[in-house]
Nanobody, 119 residues
Framework: QVQLVESGGGLVQPGGSLRLSCAASGSIFRINFMGWSRQAPGKQREWVTGISGGSTTYADSVKGRFTISRDNAENTMSLQMNSLKPEDTAVYYC??????????????WGQGTQVTVSS
């Protein structure tokens, strides 16, 4: 079992910044991929960004404003969000995929953290 815990959400004004964190724990041999998705009220969950082997990818809607980073030694990941817009309001979910100590694959999700961008 691999558990993911997000933190850092909150209320911020348009144009402001927030930093989200995600910590993975449990039976982990190797994490191959970590990423963030979000779900706004009344909408489907959408992929935001991911990091794998040092390579990063971003949805067009957040490119240039969001930066994902990862600490491999600590199995943690961060998302720096700048120039936030009201349309960034959503519950943000951390996702990790990799191999557990039994070498079985895992695909885990966190419980989500609320980000609200509003004046």
């Amino acid at each position: 079992q691999v558990q993911l815990v997000e933190s850092g959400g909150g209320l911020v004004q348009p144009g402001g910044s927030l930093r989200l964190s995600c910590a993975a724990s449990g039976s982990i041999f190797r994490i191959n991929f970590m990423g963030w998705s979000r779900q706004a009220p009344g909408k489907q969950r959408e992929w935001v960004t991911g990091i794998s082997g040092g390579s990063t990818t971003y949805a067009d809607s957040v490119k240039g404003r969001f930066t994902i980073s990862r600490d491999n030694a600590e199995n943690t990941m961060s998302l720096q969000m700048n120039s936030l817009k009201p349309e960034d309001t959503a519950v943000y979910y951390c996702n990790a995929r990799g191999l557990g100590r039994t070498l079985a694959s895992f695909d885990s999700w966190g419980q989500g953290t609320q980000v609200t961008v509003s004046s």
